[in-house]
């Protein structure tokens, strides 16, 4: 090995040393930018379940980007119920969890003006095991118009929220199963609508897309049939002609 690759590398080994040197000093020198203690979930916390500790932790976040609404430390949190989902290292926001105060999880997912209530299904009536929580139905209800003689099948209710199947309000899901009853949330109103159609006849739900919130303005199909053409002509044979007889 000659002298001057000797020199050379020697040099360049303490140009290395100098740059690490330097950079070091250039780090340390600079200032450290504040930070807020932001909770996140420290595992998959999934839609609808009480948070407990081990589920999320706190750290240390810029305060520049500290989000929206966000809890600082886990006394906030524990005890609440999550609203959405949340995966591994997600803030925690306050507008995505809702107060348990008392009864079962499901009560505190009921939004405000509304009620569940639960029906009985089956594999027809459920749509083979498809509807799942989260998903939005419509409800349409069959029954005997005794004025036509003939069953008549109407939509009654449209974008009804699911809120759970059975007993599992878990969003997580996403395989079909065959279930015995779907609890749905309805305004006050609607729950009667929904208990009247049940009384009268039976009912199905039909699957929406989860895009999809556009309510179709429906005819009463009872209404249609008394004023089409034929009715009128079945109302008119059946009126009585008064004959007048000459004495």
Request: hydrophobic residues 45%; without cysteine.
């Amino acid at each position: 090995m000659n002298k001057r690759f000797i020199i050379m590398f020697g040099i360049a080994l303490l140009l290395a040393f100098f740059a690490a040197w330097v950079a070091n000093l250039w780090i340390q020198g600079r200032p450290v930018g504040k930070t807020t203690p932001v909770v996140v979930a420290a595992v998959d916390i999934p839609y609808g379940v009480k948070i407990e500790e081990f589920q999320i932790k706190v750290i240390d976040w810029p305060n520049d980007s500290v989000p929206s609404s966000a809890y600082t430390s886990k006394d906030q949190v524990i005890d609440k119920v999550s609203r959405n989902d949340f995966y591994t290292d997600e803030p925690i926001s306050e507008k995505r969890m809702l107060v348990h105060t008392a009864g079962s999880t499901l009560s505190t997912l009921i939004d405000k003006e509304y009620r569940a209530i639960a029906i009985r299904v089956d594999d027809v009536v459920g749509v083979a095991g498809f509807i799942l929580p989260g998903n939005n139905v419509d409800i349409l209800a069959t029954r005997m118009d005794k004025d036509l003689n003939q069953s008549v099948t109407q939509t009654k209710l449209q974008n009804i929220r699911v809120l759970a199947v059975d007993q599992d309000d878990s969003h997580e899901k996403d395989k079909p199963a065959i279930v015995r009853a779907v609890t749905l949330q309805l305004k006050p109103q609607e729950a009667e609508v929904m208990v009247q159609a049940m009384r009268e006849g039976t009912i199905q739900l039909t699957l929406r897309n989860p895009n999809d919130n556009q309510l179709v303005k429906i005819q009463d199909k009872v209404e249609a049939e008394m004023i089409s053409p034929v009715s009128e002509n079945k109302v008119a044979s059946k009126k009585h002609v008064l004959k007048v007889i000459p004495w």
